[in-house]
């Protein structure tokens, strides 16, 4: 756990500190991070001075200026080298990507980031996904981003950690309420309330939003409840929380080209995933010594995943297979529960300053899986209407085991030099059982284990200047869905149809980064980082064709990101100006063949051959963020946003060869404005995409079954189109809040 306060060492040694001075308590503050975690697990953390990476640290106030209705939102529009791609449709479930690794909520989609709640891997056990619209934004009290593929974050950290950390009522006292209306029927409100008595502290906060969608068929209904308590002195600091949610999402699909006359028209419909939530987390940490504390966690997760999906049947033949379309239901009941603890110690080695902190985790996963299929015909306005009852495909229960043990350990050299190294052993077991007794290859038990290592060097020749280098490898494990749907011979619709498991590796990342970080007068900081990060036996998912969501999972050798980021923030007098660009090349360095009959350049068995130097798909290359804000005293502020994102490749274009070339490059811009209207009581608005900017962030090939008559159902003459995802239109919407201490 990072530590936030100034003087870090000088107030751990102050065992008679009051409660409020624990440093274990934080990041639950609003103030400036200045102290990074090491780790995902409470401890001493730190120093940004001392940490060899780019990082990025947002605060909850920061989150709280923009008014973004969700973070998935808010990561698009400032951190530097994220972006989003649109592949669900619904703004809630956006695939989140960092130097072209993806945290995705999309069955299937493979993972290369690593996400925390207060110290609690939340990828899901079942497919890795994060499925962001289980987090409260109104909770958040700090975000960290740390890049590379740091190893004490453990699975997943191929490209980077998100760390989010929770507000508590010693920082965030007093309440608040809200709520706000505008385009597309978007209807919201929300609470929060914290306050402290004597060592006993509380915050509660909950959010409704209620919203028809941009597009037709695209509904969100959005249900968050997140709750604190926590207990500490000096010494000593405990919270238990929980967060509760359950959300209703529906998608739009990507659209063929040939549907771009109308944007906001479904593909096919319906598409409807309702995801519940329960998580319990308990953490806490004491310290044993003036410069020893043990902290750890433990927690509980349940979350059920209910999807209805319809799908064209891509084997659709007048004579031979007369059906149009399927209606697949699935159901993912999970639970998950962990613990970890960690053991810190300040000292000296060889007489120099050395901080060194040492843990284990572990991490239990269980879920079953079931998909049922209907037969169904598609009316003039492309609804799937069923003509047959559900029957079972799938029922399979799968169980993960995620166990680490790790060090890491910073060693002042002197006043200007600090080495960091670091380490993790992984071991991951994932057993998959069919309950059908109809799928006896699926059954099965994988075991994957690795020993991490990381090494960096930090030189701070002055209180304005850092630089740094570093060297770090990663893993990941090939989930349950990629272990079962692996055969070539046997391709997957994802939701999956659960079927064989042949044998996949596990991923391995070794990234190399260097860096300088700096402050100018007039409080302007700035950074500069280049970076490469190579993947072995990177797992893709290889494109079948026909339907646009059917494949199957491979290694496909080695991939490479690599790529630079600058930033610069600045404020003059009342005006805060920030600038962050960043430039990323993502290939594959292995040739494979890809099946992708809807690529133009398809061979006679619809294979395409990808070659080293192709570029992966969905990653832009250029990305530029703008952030301007003025404020007129404490009373009024008002904000922009400006995004540029370059051209991208439409998955299955593996090869970056097919007619229909790169989805256009776009500049979006946003604005934000709060105006006190009287004490406590503040109006706010917020407008998206503010020139009505017709654009797309996400691709795919595939073929269109829409081709007769006003675009209706016509499988005997599909044809191959390039499928987009839209972004949102303009939109605005107005609010208001009234808090309280």
Same mark, same amino acid.
């Given at each position: 756990?990072?530590?936030?306060?100034?003087?870090?060492?000088?107030?751990?040694?102050?065992?008679?500190?009051?409660?409020?001075?624990?440093?274990?308590?934080?990041?639950?503050?609003?103030?400036?991070?200045?102290?990074?975690?090491?780790?995902?697990?409470?401890?001493?953390?730190?120093?940004?001075?001392?940490?060899?990476?780019?990082?990025?640290?947002?605060?909850?106030?920061?989150?709280?200026?923009?008014?973004?209705?969700?973070?998935?939102?808010?990561?698009?529009?400032?951190?530097?080298?994220?972006?989003?791609?649109?592949?669900?449709?619904?703004?809630?479930?956006?695939?989140?990507?960092?130097?072209?690794?993806?945290?995705?909520?999309?069955?299937?989609?493979?993972?290369?980031?690593?996400?925390?709640?207060?110290?609690?891997r939340i990828n899901e056990p079942f497919g890795d996904a994060v499925n962001w619209d289980l987090i409260p934004q109104s909770a958040i009290s700090s975000i960290q981003?740390?890049?590379?593929?740091?190893?004490?974050?453990?699975?997943?950290?191929?490209?980077?950690?998100?760390?989010?950390?929770?507000?508590?009522?010693?920082?965030?006292?007093?309440?608040?309420?809200?709520?706000?209306?505008?385009?597309?029927?978007?209807?919201?409100?929300?609470?929060?309330?914290?306050?402290?008595?004597?060592?006993?502290?509380?915050?509660?906060?909950?959010?409704?939003?209620?919203?028809?969608?941009?597009?037709?068929?695209?509904?969100?209904?959005?249900?968050?409840?997140?709750?604190?308590?926590?207990?500490?002195?000096?010494?000593?600091?405990?919270?238990?929380?929980?967060?509760?949610?359950?959300?209703?999402?529906?998608?739009?699909?990507?659209?063929?080209?040939?549907?771009?006359?109308?944007?906001?028209?479904?593909?096919?419909?319906?598409?409807?995933?309702? *995801? $519940?939530?329960?998580? /319990? %987390? !308990?953490? +806490?940490?004491?310290?044993?010594?003036?410069?020893? #504390?043990?902290?750890?966690?433990?927690?509980?997760?349940?979350?059920?995943?209910?999807?209805?999906?319809?799908?064209?049947?891509?084997?659709?033949?007048?004579?031979?297979?007369?059906?149009?379309?399927?209606?697949?239901?699935?159901?993912?009941?999970?639970?998950?529960?962990?613990?970890?603890?960690?053991?810190?110690?300040?000292?000296?080695?060889?007489?120099?300053?050395?901080?060194?902190?040492?843990?284990?985790?572990?991490?239990?996963?269980?879920?079953?899986?079931?998909?049922?299929?209907?037969?169904?015909?598609?009316?003039?306005?492309?609804?799937?209407?069923?003509?047959?009852?559900?029957?079972?495909?799938?029922?399979?229960?799968?169980?993960?085991?995620?166990?680490?043990?790790?060090?890491?350990?910073?060693?002042?050299? *002197? $006043?200007?030099?600090? /080495? %960091? !190294?670091? +380490?993790?052993?992984?071991?991951?077991?994932?057993? #998959?059982?069919?309950?059908?007794?109809?799928?006896?290859?699926?059954?099965?038990?994988?075991?994957?284990?690795?020993?991490?290592?990381?090494?960096?060097?930090?030189?701070?020749?002055?209180?304005?200047?850092?630089?740094?280098?570093?060297?770090?490898?990663?893993?990941?494990?090939?989930?349950?869905?990629?272990?079962?749907?692996?055969?070539?011979?046997?391709?997957?619709?994802?939701?999956?149809?659960?079927?064989?498991?042949?044998?996949?590796?596990?991923?391995?990342?070794?990234?190399?980064?260097?860096?300088?970080?700096?402050?100018?007068?007039?409080?302007?900081?700035?950074?500069?980082?280049?970076?490469?990060?190579?993947?072995?036996?990177?797992?893709?998912?290889?494109?079948?064709?026909?339907?646009?969501?059917?494949?199957?999972?491979?290694?496909?050798?080695? %991939?490479?990101?690599?790529?630079?980021?600058?930033?610069?923030?600045?404020?003059?007098?009342?005006?805060?100006?920030?600038?962050?660009?960043?430039?990323?090349?993502?290939?594959?360095?292995?040739?494979?063949?890809?099946?992708?009959?809807?690529?133009?350049?398809?061979?006679?068995?619809?294979?395409?051959?990808?070659?080293?130097?192709?570029?992966?798909?969905?990653?832009?290359?250029?990305?530029?963020?703008?952030?301007?804000?003025?404020?007129?005293?404490?009373?009024?502020?008002?904000?922009?946003?400006?995004?540029?994102?370059?051209?991208?490749?439409?998955?299955?274009?593996?090869?970056?060869?097919?007619?229909?070339?790169?989805?256009?490059?776009?500049?979006?811009?946003?604005?934000?404005?709060?105006?006190?209207?009287?004490?406590?009581?503040?109006?706010?608005?917020?407008?998206?995409?503010?020139?009505?900017?017709?654009?797309?962030?996400?691709?795919?090939?595939?073929?269109?079954?829409?081709?007769?008559?006003?675009?209706?159902?016509?499988?005997?003459?599909?044809?191959?189109?390039?499928?987009?995802?839209?972004?949102?239109?303009?939109?605005?919407?107005?609010?208001?809040?009234?808090?309280?201490?």
């Open positions: 756990m990072a530590i936030a306060v100034g003087g870090v060492i000088a107030s751990l040694l102050a065992p008679h500190a009051a409660a409020a001075d624990n440093p274990a308590e934080a990041l639950e503050t609003p103030e400036a991070v200045v102290v990074i975690g090491v780790s995902p697990l409470p401890g001493l953390g730190t120093p940004v001075r001392d940490v060899p990476a780019n990082v990025q640290v947002y605060t909850g106030k920061d989150l709280g200026q923009q008014r973004q209705t969700n973070i998935g939102e808010y990561l698009e529009q400032n951190p530097t080298s994220v972006t989003i791609n649109s592949a669900q449709g619904n703004p809630f479930q956006p695939d989140v990507n960092f130097r072209g690794f993806t945290a995705s909520p999309i069955l299937g989609t493979p993972q290369g980031l690593s996400v925390f709640q207060d110290g609690v981003l740390i890049p590379g593929s740091n190893p004490a974050f453990g699975l997943n950290t191929l490209g980077g950690a998100l760390a989010i950390y929770t507000k508590s009522g010693s920082y965030y006292p007093g309440g608040a309420i809200e709520a706000y209306a505008g385009s597309f029927g978007r209807k919201g409100a929300g609470f929060e309330y914290g306050g402290k008595k004597d060592k006993l502290d509380y915050f509660f906060t909950g959010n409704y939003v209620d919203d028809r969608g941009w597009a037709e068929h695209n509904p969100s209904t959005v249900q968050q409840f997140f709750g604190k308590v926590g207990w500490q002195d000096a010494k000593t600091d405990f919270d238990v929380s929980l967060t509760l949610a359950d959300n209703t999402l529906q998608g739009t699909q990507t659209l063929p080209l040939s549907f771009f006359d109308n944007i906001r028209q479904a593909y096919t419909f319906p598409d409807q995933n309702n *995801n $519940k939530l329960a998580f /319990l %987390t !308990v953490k +806490g940490s004491r310290f044993l010594t003036d410069s020893v #504390i043990l902290g750890g966690n433990l927690y509980y997760r349940k979350y059920k995943n209910e999807n209805v999906s319809s799908n064209v049947n891509d084997d659709f033949d007048p004579v031979t297979d007369p059906v149009e379309a399927f209606n697949d239901r699935s159901v993912i009941d999970q639970e998950s529960y962990g613990l970890g603890l960690q053991l810190t110690v300040l000292g000296a080695l060889a007489r120099r300053e050395n901080r060194f902190a040492v843990g284990a985790s572990g991490d239990i996963g269980k879920a079953r899986f079931t998909q049922d299929s209907q037969e169904a015909v598609f009316t003039s306005d492309r609804a799937a209407l069923a003509t047959s009852d559900f029957v079972q495909d799938t029922d399979a229960r799968t169980r993960n085991g995620y166990y680490g043990l790790f060090f890491t350990d910073t060693l002042s050299l *002197n $006043k200007e030099w600090a /080495l %960091t !190294v670091a +380490g993790r052993y992984n071991r991951a077991i994932v057993k #998959i059982e069919d309950l059908t007794g109809a799928a006896p290859l699926l059954n099965g038990e994988h075991t994957f284990s690795r020993f991490n290592p990381a090494v960096g060097i930090n030189f701070t020749p002055s209180e304005r200047l850092t630089a740094y280098a570093a060297y770090n490898e990663g893993m990941r494990a090939p989930t349950p869905i990629e272990l079962a749907c692996a055969d070539p011979a046997a391709p997957c619709k994802l939701p999956n149809n659960f079927l064989a498991d042949p044998a996949l590796r596990k991923v391995v990342s070794r990234t190399v980064e260097t860096g300088l970080r700096g402050k100018l007068p007039r409080d302007t900081q700035w950074s500069a980082a280049i970076y490469r990060t190579e993947l072995t036996d990177d797992i893709q998912f290889i494109s079948s064709g026909g339907a646009v969501n059917a494949g199957f999972f491979q290694n496909v050798g080695d %991939t490479r990101r690599q790529g630079l980021e600058l930033a610069l923030g600045t404020r003059w007098n009342a005006l805060t100006a920030s600038a962050r660009y960043s430039y990323v090349i993502a290939t594959y360095e292995s040739p494979f063949m890809e099946n992708s009959p809807s690529n133009s350049t398809a061979d006679a068995n619809g294979a395409i051959q990808v070659q080293p130097g192709d570029r992966i798909p969905g990653i832009p290359e250029h990305n530029l963020k703008l952030r301007l804000q003025y404020d007129f005293g404490n009373r009024a502020s008002l904000g922009t946003n400006v995004i540029y994102s370059s051209s991208i490749y439409a998955r299955g274009d593996e090869n970056n060869q097919d007619v229909n070339g790169r989805i256009p490059g776009y500049v979006v811009v946003n604005l934000d404005a709060r105006v006190g209207v009287a004490k406590g009581l503040d109006l706010f608005a917020r407008v998206v995409n503010l020139f009505n900017k017709e654009y797309s962030n996400f691709g795919i090939l595939g073929e269109n079954f829409f081709t007769g008559p006003n675009k209706t159902f016509d499988g005997a003459n599909a044809v191959d189109e390039q499928f987009r995802g839209p972004g949102v239109p303009r939109g605005a919407w107005v609010g208001l809040r009234y808090q309280w201490l």
